[in-house]
């Protein structure tokens, strides 16, 4: 099982960047999946969730409204488009699959496995 994030770069305030997690070695339509980020000093904080059952969203505050997640199962991709970017966006960012749930009740880290390596945001001007 193999999840792979790409998409990150350098952006301006106010601007947008969209995010990729490729999965391979397991059916995307079975799991919820979950973007993470975690900046320098910081914890690892759940930003969005795309659920496989219900077709629900999560978003944490701090995004809501600027960022939207999607899912091609047949692609076996996540998306995250992340618009009206800041600079206290600026982390490393991370997928992973959720195992314990199919919804996003839950942005429990210790629930989440198959995290990729991770894709850098910056923000700044």
């Known amino acids: 099982v193999q999840f792979v994030e790409s998409g990150g770069g350098s952006a301006q305030p106010g601007g947008s960047l969209r995010l990729s997690c490729a999965a391979s070695g397991v059916f995307l339509r079975d799991y919820a999946i979950g973007w993470f980020r975690q900046a320098p000093g910081k914890e690892r904080e759940g930003v969005s969730c795309?659920?496989?059952?219900?077709?629900?969203?999560y978003y944490a505050d701090s995004v809501k409204g600027r960022f939207t997640i999607s899912r091609d199962n047949a692609k076996s991709t996540v998306y995250l488009q992340m618009n009206s970017l800041k600079p206290e966006d600026t982390a490393l960012y991370y997928c992973a699959a959720n195992l314990m749930r199919r919804t996003c009740a839950s942005m429990r880290k210790y629930e989440y496995d198959y995290w990729g390596q991770g894709t850098q945001v910056t923000v700044s001007s």
């Open positions: 795309s659920s496989a059952s219900d077709g629900s969203t």
